[in-house]
């Protein structure tokens, strides 16, 4: 089955500065790569996705970069701001499926000091 | 326009109780998921359900855990006997059609056994 691999498990930086957190897949066939953002308490939010015909998609101050032949995928936060601290989780479709039957990351604890 | 609602938000069971988790989709949406997140880890895919209909449940244990999404109704993920082991937090999410549809989560059913 479908392994996700996430990095860094935590990540500190100060408020303004980019966060990037990547992401390696197995399975060649998945093509559906969604990040979820989630808030103590709360469910996971979808951010931004990114599908297999396309290596990058950018809105605002969010980006995704997708890398199919390496097999891995990266989040890039600029200008990061104190409500952006929360836990990030990657994820990636099991290939051939098209629904949503996602395998998850293990989250990155991000923490933006003021 | 309210989003996935589940309910309780908190559960506590003893050993060998049975616990029943709600989960309303969004309006309009007829496709449900559940996950199962483990302190400090990513969302594992549980089970995948049309109305009256459960099209994958190759992630849900084969004992004491069943889901159903009835024509009229919440989706029920039911867990008979539970066990400490089943402590975790259990998010539904839905999805307007099951093809390449994002995923949009509920705040999760908080299950604490003791």
């Known amino acids: 089955g479908e392994n996700v691999e996430q990095h860094p498990s935590t990540l500190s930086v100060q408020e303004g500065d980019s966060a990037v957190i990547k992401c390696t897949y197995s399975?060649?066939?998945?093509?559906?790569f969604p990040w979820y953002k989630q808030e103590l308490g709360k469910g996971p939010q979808l951010i931004i996705d990114i599908r297999s015909n396309v290596g990058e998609k950018k809105d605002q101050r969010i980006a995704v970069t997708l890398n199919k032949t390496a097999k891995h995928f990266s989040l890039h936060i600029t200008e990061t701001q104190p409500e952006d601290s929360a836990v990030y989780f990657c994820?990636?479709?099991?290939?051939?499926?098209?629904?949503?039957?996602?395998?998850f990351g293990q989250g990155t604890i991000l923490t933006v000091h003021p | 326009n309210a989003g996935v609602m589940q309910n309780p938000r908190h559960l506590v069971r003893r050993r060998g109780q049975e616990a029943r988790l709600r989960c309303s989709p969004m309006?309009?949406?007829?496709?449900v998921y559940w996950y199962r997140q483990l302190p400090e880890e990513g969302l594992k895919f549980m089970v995948y359900?049309?109305?009256?209909?459960?099209?994958?449940e190759s992630g849900m244990p084969k004992e004491r855990f069943s889901a159903e999404f009835p024509k009229e109704g919440p989706s029920i993920l039911r867990i008979q006997q539970v066990v400490r082991g089943d402590s975790a937090a259990y998010f539904c999410a839905s999805s307007p059609a099951g093809v390449d549809s994002p995923l949009h989560f509920g705040n999760g059913t908080r299950l604490t056994v003791t």
């Open positions: 994820a990636a479709d099991a290939g051939g499926t098209s629904y949503g039957k996602l395998t």
């Open positions: 359900l049309q109305k009256e209909n459960i099209i994958d």
């Open positions: 309006k309009g949406h007829s496709h």
């Open positions: 399975d060649s066939a998945s093509n559906y």
